[in-house]
Nanobody, 119 residues
Framework: QVQLVESGGGLVQAGGSLRLSCAAS????????MGWYRQAPGKQRELVAT???????NYADSVKGRFTISRDNAKKMVYLQMNSLKPEDTAVYYC?????????????WGQGTQVTVSS
């Protein structure tokens, strides 16, 4: 069954950088569009970046030019390089397929990784 494990979050000052990693298992990974999502306190989860099976990428306007998504199909890994971080980037970050994987009839989400950007 699908399992997603995110890591790499932390506390960073505004203007700093972080690199998030996501390990996928139990899925056919290489053919899927993968994405990074985030959910800030009191807000809905939003999709911030996607990467296709062949490497095509898309970004939300709020992160364009600052974040870079990448993947390693052989290792079933997805990465998010985040530069020039802003306090408004503070959120729990999740990786998932776009659309999300389903497990037991429900959208499956990993535990996420907390990113906190101080001003």
């Amino acid at each position: 069954q699908v399992q997603l494990v995110e890591s790499g979050g932390g506390l960073v000052q505004a203007g700093g950088s972080l690199r998030l990693s996501c390990a996928a298992s139990g899925v056919i990974f290489s053919i899927n569009v993968m994405g990074w999502y985030r959910q800030a306190p009191g807000k809905q989860r939003e999709l911030v970046a996607t990467i296709g099976s062949m490497g095509s990428t898309n970004y939300a306007d709020s992160v364009k030019g600052r974040f870079t998504i990448s993947r390693d199909n052989a290792k079933k890994m997805v990465y998010l390089q985040m530069n020039s971080l802003k306090p408004e980037d503070t959120a729990v970050y999740y990786c998932n397929r776009n659309p999300p994987y389903v497990r037991a009839g429900l959208d499956y989400w990993g535990q996420g990784t907390q990113v906190t950007v101080s001003s």
